[in-house]
């Protein structure tokens, strides 16, 4: 089972759709946990931490379910910006271990 | 602007000759390093993690004799690809950590595309 799991899509949704997507983590011990956008053919970009709790950043929610191991990020009234994929990233326990990052989900927001 | 600087941007070089990428903070001090690997459609995968003053870290399965990573200094990790074959065409990125009173932040480099043909 891979450490950090996602749909890779493509997830095509017409602009101001509300698009959700999901991750799941093997390790429950893991201590931190993001999410990343990654536009073609550049450096992944930190969007935002997720936090038990869950938190919201202007039109992206992100949420913890520690129990079942998930992440989820809902982007609500999509952009054409936001067009990108989006990488999972959790941080496993213990300080020498790195960031691991999901696959990735290509989200494409169409005119 | 950029905090994590990588050099070069693109580079294509012919197989069996060694390419050397640079990975450089700025205005902060990185202890360590990292570098990671993406194919196309896949995730990024870390290599090695690179200590200032000290031998990298390699990850399993990361040849280190042919990744060579250095570490000269508090700003500069270089990463050397050595022997290239057309398999090692990818997208090296790299991150430091720069550490603060409220933790720790992962800056990315802009990524290095590398073409050996």
Redesign the interface.
């Known amino acids: 089972r891979k450490e950090v799991e996602q749909d890779p899509g493509p997830f095509n949704v017409p602009e101001g759709a509300t698009v959700a997507f999901n991750c799941t983590y093997s390790n429950s011990a893991s201590q931190s946990f993001f999410w990343y956008r990654q536009d073609c053919r550049k450096e992944p970009k930190l969007l935002m931490s997720v936090y038990s709790s869950g938190n919201e950043d202007g039109r992206f929610t992100a949420q913890l379910n520690r129990a079942s191991q998930y992440i989820s990020l809902l982007i609500r009234d999509s952009k054409l910006s936001d067009s990108a994929t989006y990488l999972c990233v959790v941080k496993p326990p213990g300080s020498a271990r790195q960031l691991t990052f999901g696959s990735g989900t290509q989200l494409t927001v169409l005119p | 602007g950029a905090v994590v600087s990588q050099h070069p941007s693109w580079v294509i070089c012919k197989s069996g000759t060694s390419v050397k990428i640079e990975c450089r903070s700025l205005d902060f001090q990185a202890t360590t390093m ?1 570098w ?1 690997r993406q194919f196309p ?6 290599m090695a ?1 690179s200590n200032e003053g000290s031998k990298a870290t390699y990850e399993q399965g990361v040849e280190k004799d042919k990744f060579l990573i250095n570490h000269a200094s508090l700003t500069l990790s270089t990463l050397t690809v050595t022997s290239a074959h057309p398999e090692d065409s990818s ?1 090296y ?1 790299c991150s430091a950590r720069e550490r603060g009173l409220s933790g720790n932040t ?1 800056y ?4 290095s ?1 590398l073409t050996v043909v």
Do not use: A, D, R, V
């Not at chain 2, 990315?108 to 990524?111: A, H, K, L, V």
């Open positions: 990292f990671y459609k896949q995730s990024l995968m870390l993690t997208f990125i992962i990315f480099g802009e990524g595309w």
